[in-house]
T-cell receptor, first 115, second 109 residues
Framework: EAQVTQNPRYLITVTGKKLTVTCSQN?????MSWYRQDPGLGLRQIYY???????DKGDVPEGYKVSRKEKRNFPLILESPSPNQTSLYFC??????????????FGPGTRLTVL | RKEVEQDPGPFNVPEGATVAFNCTYS??????FFWYRQDCRKEPKLLMS???SGNEDGRFTAQLNRASQYISLLIRDSKLSDSATYLC??????????FGKGTTLSVSS
C-alpha cells in the first residue's frame, strides 16, 4: 500500500530533551516536507526537501533540523524542544514539484507535547 | 497580505443543502490549485484539483478565476459525511504548496 508513515504518533516530552520524529514514504517520491498545524494558524511548512541531500527552510524552521540521506526517509529533529513546539506535525511527500498538478500525500500526523 | 485566504466559517448547513466556499490567492504566478479535505485531527487528503476550465466530481464542483485570483468549491446535496475542514491550496511550480487556514463545514440532520 502506498503510504507515508510517521513515528511516533503521540509523544509527550520535557523541555530540552532531544527527539526525532521519523517519516518514511514508499512511493519513490522526490519531494518531502514537514508541516506543523496549530489552531488558528493552519498548516505551516517547517522544512522541505526536493531530493536526496537537498533540503531547504520553509516558513517556520527555527528550532528544527532535518536530513535527507535516503529518498524514502525525512526525519525531523528537535535538538532542544520547547513548549512552543507543542503542535500537530505532518510529513508529506509528492512526486516532484516541477510538475504542476502534483498531489501531496500526508502521513497520519504526530501529536507532540513539550512540557 | 496573506497568500491564500479563506473564510474560516463554520458553515452550518442541513443535509441536502448546497454550500459554496471561496478562496483568494495573492501570487499571480500560481500555477496549480487544489481543494484538500481534513477531518478532525487527521491528515489532509486531496479532494480535487481545480482546473482553469472548471471541473466537477460527483456532487463537488470547483471553479478557478485566474483574473480575479479566486477559487471556489461548490458542494451539492450535502451529506453528514461532508462535515470536515476544507483547505484551499495553491502551488507555484518548483516551490512549496501554500495552504489556506481552512473552512469548517458542519452538516446536520
Amino acid at each position: 500500500e502506498a503510504q507515508v508513515t510517521q513515528n511516533p504518533r503521540y509523544l509527550i516530552t520535557v523541555t530540552g530533551k532531544k527527539l526525532t520524529v521519523t517519516c518514511s514514504q514508499n512511493m519513490n517520491h522526490e519531494y518531502m516536507s514537514w508541516y506543523r498545524q496549530d489552531p488558528g494558524l493552519g498548516l505551516r511548512q517547517i522544512y522541505y526537501s526536493m531530493n536526496v541531500e537537498v533540503t531547504d527552510k520553509g516558513d517556520v524552521p527555527e528550532g528544527y533540523k532535518v536530513s535527507r540521506k535516503e529518498k524514502r526517509n525525512f526525519p525531523l529533529i528537535l535538538e532542544s524542544p520547547s513548549p512552543n513546539q507543542t503542535s500537530l506535525y505532518f510529513c508529506a511527500s509528492s512526486l516532484n514539484t516541477g510538475i504542476s498538478y502534483n498531489e501531496q500525500f500526508f502521513g497520519p500526523g504526530t501529536r507532540l507535547t513539550v512540557l | 497580505r496573506k497568500e491564500v485566504e479563506q473564510d474560516p466559517g463554520p458553515f452550518n448547513v442541513p443535509e441536502g443543502a448546497t454550500v459554496a466556499f471561496n478562496c483568494t490567492y495573492s501570487n499571480s504566478a500560481s500555477q496549480s490549485f487544489f481543494w484538500y479535505r481534513q477531518d478532525c485531527r487527521k491528515e489532509p487528503k486531496l479532494l480535487m484539483s481545480v482546473y482553469s476550465s472548471g471541473n466537477e466530481d460527483g456532487r463537488f464542483t470547483a471553479q478557478l478565476n485566474r483574473a480575479s485570483q479566486y477559487i471556489s468549491l461548490l458542494i451539492r446535496d450535502s451529506k453528514l459525511s461532508d462535515s470536515a475542514t476544507y483547505l484551499c491550496v495553491v502551488n507555484q511550480a518548483g516551490t512549496a504548496l501554500i495552504f489556506g487556514k481552512g473552512t469548517t463545514l458542519s452538516v446536520s440532520s
